[in-house]
């Protein structure tokens, strides 16, 4: 119950056990409605992490404010960058994409990749209102408390490898390494101090009622 495998793939069609199967689906999927969370923003926000597995954790906490999280593994994907670039190009607001990968080369490469590469794309769109990328971890400030760990057990192989040498006197940090709940931290208060608290009341006011309006039509109907 604890491992994630990504590598499924299930195409099982879908079925109803009969009427009241599918009017139970419709009730359970009516308790999802949601609104554009980042609807009144003064800008929108894009989350991106370096590892693939960890969309998951970090959609936990971003989705709350209708921030959607990508990645594109470790690589850089033109094909997302251009994507993002576009996207950007498309809104009515500035878009802010803020970052996360491993504090080592190949991961500030990624970063001023999708920095570089998307704000280029935005411009050749037009550059809407601006595309900005911000990296939020691991940064500097932040490797003091892994630091504080002491490093790993030489040669255990059970040791995450949050700290490996890749050159003299350099040394890489893992985000795999940070604990889950110390990066969803993270993400957390970044997105806190960037959310406009008053639009996104406005927005959840709204889904409320617009809910609560969605369930009497329901009770109508069965």
């Not at 009241?20 to 999802?32: E, K, P, T």
């Not at 409605?33 to 894009?46: A, M, T, V």
């Not at 003091?144 to 030489?154: D, H, M, R, V």
Request: proline content about 6%; some cysteine.
């Amino acid at each position: 119950d604890v491992i994630r495998d990504d590598g499924i793939v299930d195409e099982t069609p879908s079925s109803y056990t009969g009427s009241a199967d599918f009017w139970s689906q419709v009730r359970w999927q009516a308790d999802d409605y949601r609104l554009d969370r980042q609807s009144g923003q003064p800008q929108f926000i894009e989350v991106w992490c370096e590892t693939v597995g960890m969309v998951p954790q970090l959609a936990r906490v971003a989705g709350e404010y209708g921030v959607p999280v990508l990645s594109s593994g470790g690589t850089v994907s033109i094909t997302g960058t251009r994507q993002a670039g576009l996207r950007a190009s498309r809104r009515d607001v500035p878009t802010l994409i803020l970052h996360a990968g491993d504090h080592d080369p190949t991961g500030v490469m990624l970063y001023e990749s999708l920095r570089d590469d998307t704000a280029a794309f935005c411009r050749d769109e037009g550059g809407g209102h601006g595309c900005e990328v911000r990296r939020i971890a691991l940064v500097e400030s932040q490797l003091s408390a892994l630091e504080s760990n002491g490093p790993p057990p030489a040669k255990d192989p059970r040791t995450p490898k949050w700290r490996l040498k890749y050159g003299p006197g350099d040394t890489t940090y893992q985000l795999e390494a940070m604990a889950p709940g110390t990066l969803t931290a993270i993400v957390a208060d970044v997105l806190d101090g960037l959310i406009d608290a008053d639009a996104y009341a406005q927005v959840l006011e709204t889904e409320g009622s617009d809910l609560g309006q969605i369930r009497e039509q329901l009770a109508e109907l069965t």
